[in-house]
């Protein structure tokens, strides 16, 4: 396979030619010329090669794609998310895939939960940061405008927060103390249990008088 970025005029011309002096001077005459078109050909690729593309270009194709939400105080790789995703929102604009798109442009870790996914009003939805720093208050405006580019009109922001998780060890301790009470106190005499057989006995004294008289 021929590799077009190294290959020579020269070596295009037949063989019957190739070596007049004349063939070979024009050749060389236009090889820087032919050279520079071949090493610009990747600039007309542009989706492909966002990307790669400088500042001045994603400018420009911002306005010819008519992107809802640019300012020139947002990063270029800011720039370069809202250009990727300009044609899809177009098409989907005013759902919460578009007002979703739109926030992570300007914050990456972010997520939209619509109301009943948080127990909100109905028509209500917010915007979750999932951890990173917090916010200036230039971008929450920024990030506010570009939601109301895109959102449907019977939706309404009820704000933006942070949501972070930190992970960390907790240690717990805890001691446990084992006691046994004794109580001495004044011995108590108790009579034993004594059974016995008690015999009991009487006597009955019977006495008779007689009485003898003389005559």
């Not at 593309?53 to 370069?80: C, M, N, S």
Request: glycine share 6%; with cysteine; proline share 5%.
């Amino acid at each position: 396979m021929v590799d077009i970025a190294v290959i020579r005029l020269i070596d295009l011309v037949p063989p019957s030619i190739r070596d007049d002096p004349e063939i070979q001077a024009a050749a060389a005459a236009l090889e820087g010329e032919l050279q520079a078109v071949t090493a610009a050909i990747p600039t007309v690729l542009l989706i492909s090669r966002i990307d790669e593309l400088a500042e001045d270009v994603i400018d420009a194709l911002a306005w010819q794609w008519h992107v809802d939400f640019y300012e020139p105080g947002i990063t270029l790789e800011q720039k370069r998310a809202l250009v990727k995703t300009s044609i899809a929102q177009h098409r989907k604009k005013g759902t919460p895939w578009a007002v979703e798109q739109v926030v992570k442009a300007i914050l990456k870790d972010a997520v939209v939960q619509e109301w009943w996914e948080y127990g909100g009003d109905p028509g209500y939805f917010r915007v979750v940061r999932i951890g990173g720093e917090m916010i200036e208050p230039s971008l929450y405006e920024r990030l506010v405008n570009a939601i109301n580019t895109v959102k449907n009109t019977r939706s309404w922001l009820e704000g933006v927060s942070l949501y972070r998780e930190l992970p960390g060890t907790v240690y717990i301790g805890g001691a446990c103390s084992s006691m046994r009470t004794v109580e001495i106190m004044p011995a108590a005499f108790r009579a034993p249990n004594v059974s016995k057989t008690v015999y009991t006995r009487g006597l009955i004294y019977h006495l008779k008088g007689v009485e003898i008289q003389h005559a």
